[in-house]
């Protein structure tokens, strides 16, 4: 038998092997010369109830080199009845295999997240090739015409808005960036409100920008955040890597901002009985004084600290109580509450009620580091 | 014990992290998975203790041999028979459920068929060499594979996608009453000892099963299936997750790397967990067709001086496996899985009570 295998076991296998390799040529490969990259969808509300979406696809033009000076791009439009229907009738557009593997951008128009967002996006889920770790967003005025602004310091090899999202170009802290997953996980849980950035995009197209947030309440999108609370909510709850808050101090004869590069946030909720739920929220922030109209002098840094603690305190007061007004609840206070609380039937109704009269009790430190480099 | 006997447990450990295992477990996240979970990692610490108890009394010597010597023939054949049934089984269901994989994920535009038949290519190779061999076989793909996957399981822990908040959620449901399809499904990570009943042959020296070694085994079950449970549920929240199809995948593919022009992980993920369960699939399936080998085996089959009988094994392999491939779906998969293994704890407990006998009857 050992015999056996040795003398005929090579030959079998090239044998074997030749001929699986007949068999395969062509099967599931295309060359790249025969795809093409999709490297946004966007996602508009149709034109009539019988065609309710409307597809962009956002495709790169492979260019030779450095030597173009724009990066390329085309775009497919189509209204269709399901995202399916529209993507396969694109596919007709145009002459090469559309990969959506590349498709790190989803955008969501402004008239279409006032729908169930769970059917909208259901497809991206669905689908293998998507990745999960595409950015979703909220266009405004429209999906489509976010997609297809060109913003005029964009070069080619580098997409502006994969540059905007991933914080390895800039890192505002006014930019949030919702993973596809985390959107998904946020809007079927309860006790937690997923919020998306909004891009914004101007008449000529020509710069993207990016401030605002929504959040939604449900699977719609309903209370918009002003570029202020956009910022508190990215530094609370710890989301970007590079935090660059500034906080601005108007008080007495002292005008001066901070910038604050490091946010440590924790907080639990408290429910005493017969009394108001709390929630404890301690956040320290460490940062320099950037900007001020007056001089500054290092041993009065303490007072400082505490003008400064101050104002960061009622921004996050602020925010907290506006979202707590708009019924939403994008930091996930809810969640947290069934994460500390033993589950029972009744939890989820129970917090509902809890939540509208929740008091918040925010202690911010701030220490102020350096008065940067003159007094 | 020898190295080859946790490289055995590992393999088994490992692959099931991407088998149905997760799935059955995230259909009873409300009903009790948590301390089903608790059990079924005391039952199978004292599983493998029992196990390695046995067979280190009989250095060399594989349970076919030991079982024909004590019992008659008309229980040694049948018995032996049904075991390798269930090896086969086994090995069948991690084959089809990783196909069903690569056809979602890795290779859409290729037939189920040809996925499978490459698959059997390679594992037929793998499943007719000798046990020594197999054995090395498995160390070092694992050699390969281990530090990569322990990388993306660190990745998977120090990812800021990975929400504790929903981890704290899942275990707020701790004290539920245990449920038996998330106790077989969990206990399932720890069945890999049982393979002793054929790789024992190799193990000649005398073994000696160490308390620490045993700690060791069950510190090492109780993070995989803290990972294969709670890390899903850290990545895609906690209510729903029982929808997914492949919480694995869809976790995998949650997470960003930023290591040079690597960002998705997903397959990278894949590929390693394809070389854990082929692993898996070989060690099965050597042991059910070396199983089998001592029970029908066919004298006259021959051509030449060579005995043709295990290429008829393997024969019959590929056309289950081709059959079961092409008909089954995604749904029934689950569904059968989910049948085979809730059979496995009691055929278990009934194999443990064979080895009770034979020791018995080795004392006296």
Wanted: glycine share 6%; with cysteine.
């Amino acid at each position: 038998m050992k015999a056996f295998f040795w003398k005929g076991k090579w030959s079998f296998l090239t044998l074997v092997l030749m001929i699986v390799v007949l068999f395969s040529t062509g099967c599931g490969f295309k060359d790249i010369d025969k795809r093409i990259f999709v490297i946004a969808v966007g996602i508009d509300k149709g034109t009539n109830d019988k065609k309710p979406y409307k597809v962009t696809l956002k495709l790169a033009i492979p260019s030779g080199g450095k030597t173009s000076p724009k990066p390329e791009y085309t775009y497919l439009t189509k209204e269709s009845e399901t995202v399916t229907e529209a993507i396969s009738i694109l596919k007709s557009h145009i002459d090469k295999d559309l990969e959506f593997g590349h498709a790190k951008v989803i955008v969501f128009g402004e008239n279409i997240i006032d729908q169930d967002m769970r059917k909208v996006m259901d497809f991206f889920i669905r689908r293998r090739d998507f990745q999960q770790i595409s950015w979703v967003a909220v266009g405004k005025p429209f999906a489509e015409d976010v997609l297809r602004a060109k913003p005029s310091a964009e070069m080619s090899g580098a997409n502006a808005l994969f540059n905007i999202f991933s914080g390895i170009g800039t890192d505002s802290s006014y930019i949030v960036s919702t993973y596809l997953f985390d959107f998904r996980r946020q809007m079927i849980e309860r006790g937690i409100d997923p919020v998306l950035p909004i891009l914004e995009t101007n008449e000529k197209e020509k710069s993207i920008i990016l401030d605002k947030a929504i959040v939604f309440n449900g699977n719609k999108g309903e209370v918009k955040l002003s570029p202020n609370q956009t910022e508190e909510y990215n530094v609370l709850s710890n989301k970007i890597e590079n935090i660059n808050l500034d906080v601005k101090v108007d008080k007495d004869d002292l005008a001066f901002t901070v910038f604050v590069d490091k946010v440590k946030v924790d907080y639990k909720i408290l429910t005493p009985p017969k009394q108001k739920p709390i929630l404890k929220m301690n956040v320290k922030m460490n940062g320099i004084v950037e900007e001020s109209k007056t001089l500054l002098s290092p041993n009065q840094i303490d007072k400082y600290n505490k003008l400064a603690s101050d104002e960061a305190k009622k921004r996050i007061n602020n925010f907290l109580t506006y979202s707590q007004k708009g019924g939403v609840d994008p930091m996930g206070f809810g969640l947290r509450y069934e994460a500390t609380h033993l589950h029972d039937r009744d939890i989820a109704t129970e917090w509902k009620q809890l939540y509208p009269d929740l008091k918040f009790d925010v202690s911010v430190k701030v220490s102020i580091k350096s008065v940067g480099s003159i007094e | 014990m020898n190295r080859y006997f946790y490289y055995i447990i590992i393999v088994t450990m490992i692959s099931s992290v991407v088998s149905i295992v997760p799935s059955l477990l995230f259909e009873t996240t409300e009903k009790g998975a948590i301390i089903s979970m608790l059990i079924s990692l005391l039952v199978g610490v004292t599983f493998i203790y029992l196990i390695t108890k046995f067979f280190n009394k009989f250095p060399g010597k594989g349970f076919p041999h030991l079982l024909k010597q004590h019992t008659p023939r008309w229980i040694s054949s049948p018995l032996l028979f049904i075991i390798s049934l269930i090896w086969f089984t086994l090995g069948l269901q991690t084959l089809i459920g990783y196909s069903f994989l690569l056809k979602r994920f890795l290779t859409p535009n290729i037939g189920i068929s040809w996925i499978v038949i490459t698959l059997l290519l390679f594992i037929s190779f793998g499943v007719l060499m000798e046990s020594k061999r197999v054995l090395y076989l498995v160390e070092i793909i694992l050699f390969i594979n281990l530090p990569i996957i322990i990388f993306i399981i660190g990745k998977v822990y120090t990812s800021k996608g990975l929400e504790w908040d929903y981890v704290r959620k899942s275990f707020m449901y701790f004290y539920h009453s245990p449920n038996y399809l998330a106790f077989s499904a969990s206990l399932f990570i720890f069945l890999g000892a049982a393979n002793l009943v054929l790789f024992n042959r190799e193990f000649k020296k005398r073994q000696r099963m160490t308390t620490l070694q045993l700690v060791f085994l069950s510190l090492l079950g109780a993070a995989i299936l803290f990972t294969t449970y709670f890390i899903p549920i850290g990545y895609n929240g906690f209510q729903n997750i029982g929808n997914i199809t492949f919480p694995w995948l869809l976790t995998a593919d949650s997470m960003k790397v930023g290591l040079a022009f690597l960002e998705r992980v997903m397959y990278v993920f894949l590929l390693l967990y394809l070389a854990v369960a082929f692993l898996n699939i070989i060690i099965t399936w050597h042991v059910s067709v070396e199983i089998l080998k001592s029970t029908v085996w066919f004298k006259q089959f021959k051509w030449r001086q060579y005995n043709l009988t295990p290429y008829l094994y393997i024969l019959v392999f590929w056309i289950i496996s081709l059959m079961t491939a092409n008909y089954i779906t995604e749904y029934q998969f689950g569904h059968y899985s989910g049948y085979l293994i809730n059979f496995l704890p009691p055929f278990f407990l009934l194999f443990l009570i064979v080895c009770w006998y034979i020791g018995r009857r080795e004392k006296a």
